[in-house]
């Protein structure tokens, strides 16, 4: 048989004050109590093992102590990594992570937005690429500034594309210099596992592999670029599409890690040799690359700490200017891509 709630109203009784002075101290609302009042009520709360109602005290402080996650999909390591810097910042600080996740999906992530905000959430770090819609940067721009008017704070991992402060991985910037390291083991016929199309992300790290390329005279045919989602799936049907274009590239660059990851499976599958036959290279460094054999050449982000910047640009005291964090990757050559001495995709 459950136990019946206590109510608010008989701590009051309990007590010998007010409703309204007991809600003060409960709650905490910006009204002051005398201490020997506010001793009372907490006691007489113990005493009949009151549970406080967290949206009671939300309404009052206008703020509660939850810290919103927004990210795009907690199984996949990139994401988890991320998470783990936020939770760990938000915990030191007292407060509770609720995590919400979106299926890649623009609406989704506008909704949890504004279930956070309906909430009073102190704050949110929306963890994930924008989209290339300017009418879902729009709505999600609303949303963001009707949290800032309420008094909650937005910060982002991803392009600085919305009205909050956001840490910005070195996406483009970091693909450039993979590319020119693999130039510089001798490759000239490259591929791309390119990812969703409608990813800011993704085109930015085509675009910087593509740069990279051109820095050494080397173009990248269309051909020779191959769409498909970011995950280990996506990136073993991206690499039989592949094989099936004989494009003859002796190295391929997977835009994210598990992309490579689907990528290797596929072509081991299909009687090739990494990197022996072809050579492979991805994206982010996610902790899981420590158990891949070969081990994978990569872009190494700081992930977690990605993370613990976001979260304390969303939970810092000062209102102000729209700060943009940049974080640079790191080129990562390791035992997935070496010089060309095959034929490459046939």
């Not at 990594?81 to 936020?86: K, P, Q, Y």
């Not at 992570?97 to 009073?120: C, F, I, K, P, W």
């Not at 599409?241 to 992309?259: E, K, P, S, Y």
């Not at 040799?273 to 690359?289: C, H």
């Amino acid at each position: 048989m459950s136990r019946r709630q206590v109510t608010l109203a008989e701590v009051a009784e309990h007590a010998g004050v007010s409703l309204a002075t007991a809600s003060r101290v409960i709650n905490g609302s910006t009204r002051q109590v005398s201490d020997p009042l506010r001793d009372r009520v907490l006691a007489s709360a113990r005493q009949l093992g009151y549970l406080p109602n967290a949206s009671a005290q939300a309404l009052a402080r206008n703020s509660s102590s939850l810290v919103g996650l927004v990210v795009h999909d907690i199984s996949d390591p990139y994401f988890s990594s991320i998470a783990a810097g936020v939770t760990r910042v938000a915990e030191q600080a007292g407060l509770v992570v609720v995590l919400g996740t979106t299926g890649r999906s623009d609406e989704r992530e506008v909704e949890l937005l504004s279930t956070l905000r309906a909430h009073r959430a102190r704050a949110v770090v929306l963890v994930g690429s924008r989209s290339t819609s300017r009418d879902t940067v729009a709505r999600l721009s609303a949303e963001i500034t009707a949290f800032a008017d309420q008094g909650g704070r937005v910060a982002c991992v991803s392009q600085a594309k919305l009205p909050a402060d956001t840490v910005v991985p070195g996406n483009r910037a970091g693909a450039r210099a993979l590319a020119r390291e693999l130039v510089g083991l001798g490759h000239r016929r490259f591929a791309v596992l390119a990812g969703p199309t409608n990813l800011v992300s993704a085109r930015d790290r085509l675009a910087g592999f593509r740069a990279g390329l051109a820095d050494a005279g080397i173009d990248l045919p269309e051909t020779a670029v191959i769409t498909g989602p970011f995950t280990r799936d996506g990136g073993h049907q991206a690499a039989l599409d592949l094989l099936a274009a004989r494009t003859r590239a002796t190295c391929v660059f997977a835009v994210n890690d598990v992309m490579a990851m689907g990528a290797i499976a596929a072509l081991r599958g299909s009687g090739l040799r990494v990197p022996e036959d072809v050579s492979v290279a991805g994206f982010d460094d996610i902790p899981t690359l420590r158990d891949l054999v070969p081990a994978l050449s990569t872009v190494r982000l700081p992930l977690e700490e990605m993370g613990e910047q976001a979260a304390r640009l969303a939970l810092a005291d000062q209102p102000g200017a729209v700060r943009t964090v940049r974080v640079t990757g790191e080129v990562v050559l390791r035992e997935s891509t070496a010089a060309p001495s095959g034929p490459g995709l046939r």
